[in-house]
């Protein structure tokens, strides 16, 4: 038993087995105990480790276009807050963290690669300064026609995530961190919120502010799921009010998934009622099969108000609970990948809904991910890489930052702006996330 133990962790038959069981004291050799401590240690695999060699190639190239294309509109964000939208470009360097650039990577490489969207200036002073090109300035303009446009179905969504949680009230930090995945505004914060006081309004309690409901809508208190069964005539009418439901979910298997083995295990999931995500679950046990069901069904809403079909996990797991979910999500998600994906690309985990995507593609794009679409194409990145070999590094992010290109820069004649040393710090509260570690542990077995 200890030689095999010994071969499956990498030690070869050049081990002299006669004398690699006992010391002449009769205890036993270091080796073994490194052996027995290293097994003991790693008996809880991590879950990068457990998915590792069952990616989606598709969807990971859709993650991969997700990661430029989210650098890229958090610089745009940082410069449109700024009084004429342009930033010396060593102050650029401050939100690094934010604009989730490797340590390798300069902040100038990446804004060079795309000089359709960002210009370089010199100023008489020799400060290189930053701002938009005319055709960014266009594409900002439609993001504001966009958004404006999508706003009142935002109202629903938002109105929606509180009629789902149990205090029918949300942290507004919580809500915001689904700013960009759900197209809300960017005065979210500001004025948005108090924009509709009949369907929702801040309350401060403990001195944070929450969102409140104000007034229940039966009419939307009707999942996407449901919607779906009743236009495609599976059902025939909708219930009068949340309750029990017997919809299955619509379910895209990865290759590597063998179907054949677990098939009595996923149609015995799919015929299991479960409770409504508008519905009271203060009665649920925890840990039974009704909780994790109506677990998944509150993921497949929140993921189906996404614009973009798929979020980042660490925003799910804060609201456990809020939305009384179990708070090994990760297990959960993983364990039906017909219905979920789970990428780990980089710092940050995502998660995407099988059903709403072909390949790479998303099926249903709505005009602000086709806005986005525009911005990517805009960007150093043209596809030149057809494969992606490995996901421990990020080959689009590599294509599109390359330090030996042209670095000439256009000088022009700009006035030094003597309060650029006075610029605050912009903290992109939308796009927080967690340590990689924070995540492992979170997730952990």
Not at 221 to 232: H, P, R
Not at 263 to 281: M, T, V
Request: aromatic share 12%; hydrophobic share 35%; proline share 3%.
């Amino acid at each position: 038993m200890l030689r095999r133990g010994l071969l499956s962790l990498g030690y070869g038959s050049n081990i002299s087995w006669s004398s690699a069981y006992l010391n002449r004291d009769g205890s036993y050799p270091n080796l073994v105990y490194t052996v027995f401590q290293k097994r003991w240690m790693t008996r809880h695999r991590r879950v990068q480790d457990r998915s590792k060699k069952k990616r989606v190639h598709d969807l990971e190239i859709a993650t991969e276009c997700w990661k430029v294309v989210s650098k890229i509109l958090t610089i745009m964000e940082v410069l449109r807050k700024e009084p004429e939208q342009v930033i010396p470009l060593k102050l650029l360097e401050r939100y690094r963290q934010h604009i989730n650039l490797s340590k390798q990577h300069k902040v100038e490489d990446f804004i060079r690669k795309s000089p359709k969207l960002f210009e370089l200036y010199r100023d008489t002073k020799g400060v290189v300064w930053c701002g938009f090109t005319e055709k960014a300035e266009d594409l900002l303009e439609q993001e504001a026609r966009l958004l404006e446009d999508h706003s009142q179905k935002n109202v629903e969504y938002v109105t929606r995530l509180l009629m789902m949680s149990v205090d029918k009230r949300l942290h507004v930090n919580k809500i915001a961190n689904f700013r960009r995945d759900m197209g809300l505004p960017y005065d979210f914060r500001q004025t948005w919120i108090h924009m509709f006081p009949e369907h929702f309004k801040v309350v401060r309690v403990d001195d944070d502010e929450y969102l409140q409901l104000m007034s229940w809508n039966p009419s939307w208190a009707v999942t996407e799921l449901e919607k779906k069964a009743m236009a495609a005539g599976v059902i025939a009418e909708l219930q009068p009010e949340p309750g029990v439901l017997s919809l299955p979910f619509p379910l895209k298997f990865p290759r590597y998934y063998k179907v054949f083995r677990y098939g009595e295990q996923i149609e015995h999931f799919q015929k299991r009622n479960y409770l409504s995500p508008y519905a009271d679950a203060t009665g649920l046990m925890p840990g039974s099969q009704e909780f994790d069901k109506r677990a998944v069904a509150i993921m497949h809403e929140i993921l189906s108000f996404t614009i973009e079909k798929r979020l980042v996990t660490d925003h799910l797991t804060h609201f456990r609970r809020e939305f009384v979910m179990p708070q090994k999500l990760m297990r959960l998600l993983l364990k039906h990948c017909g219905i979920f994906y789970v990428s780990e690309k980089g710092k940050r985990f995502s998660v995407f809904l099988t059903e709403a995507y072909d390949c790479s593609e998303l099926i249903d794009k709505c005009s602000i991910v086709q806005w986005k679409e525009k911005v990517l194409k805009l960007t150093g990145y043209r596809g030149r890489r057809k494969k992606i070999k490995t996901y421990e590094s990020s080959d689009f992010e590599n294509d599109l930052i390359d330090r030996n290109h042209d670095k000439e820069i256009a000088f022009v004649e700009v006035e030094h702006d003597e309060s650029v040393d006075a610029i605050d710090d912009i903290f992109i509260t939308d796009e927080s996330e967690m340590d990689i570690r924070e995540v492992y542990d979170a997730y952990e077995d």
